[in-house]
Nanobody, 117 residues
Framework: QVHLVESGGGLVQTGGSLRLSCAAS????????MGWYRQCPGKQRELVAS???????YYANSVKGRFTISRDNAKNTVYLQMNSLKPDDTAVYYC???????????WGQGTQVTVSS
């Protein structure tokens, strides 16, 4: 089973930027769909962005035009570039991996992003 490790969270002011990284172990990374979910205080976990092995991307409406997901298969790493951050973006952000050969989604441990007003 693969292991995911996120990094890059922190405290930023409104309008600022952060880049989250998620490093994956194992050899199936390039075949997997990678995603970023977030859980805002008092809300359900939601999908923010995803990227397939063929580099097809999805973004939630709330982050379109501000967030960019990308991947580097040589480094087994997926990124989430977050620009023009708002207080509503404050959440724990989780990296995920979906692979056809696995019975369930793999989750990282999460990284806190806090946007101050």
């Amino acid at each position: 089973q693969v292991h995911l490790v996120e990094s890059g969270g922190g405290l930023v002011q409104t309008g600022g930027s952060l880049r989250l990284s998620c490093a994956a172990s194992g050899s199936i990374f390039r075949l997997a769909t990678m995603g970023w979910y977030r859980q805002c205080p008092g809300k359900q976990r939601e999908l923010v962005a995803s990227i397939t092995g063929s580099i097809s991307t999805y973004y939630a409406n709330s982050v379109k035009g501000r967030f960019t997901i990308s991947r580097d298969n040589a480094k087994n790493t997926v990124y989430l570039q977050m620009n023009s951050l708002k207080p509503d973006d404050t959440a724990v952000y989780y990296c995920t991996l979906d692979y056809v050969g696995y019975s369930s989604r793999t989750w990282g441990q999460g990284t806190q992003v806090t946007v101050s007003s």
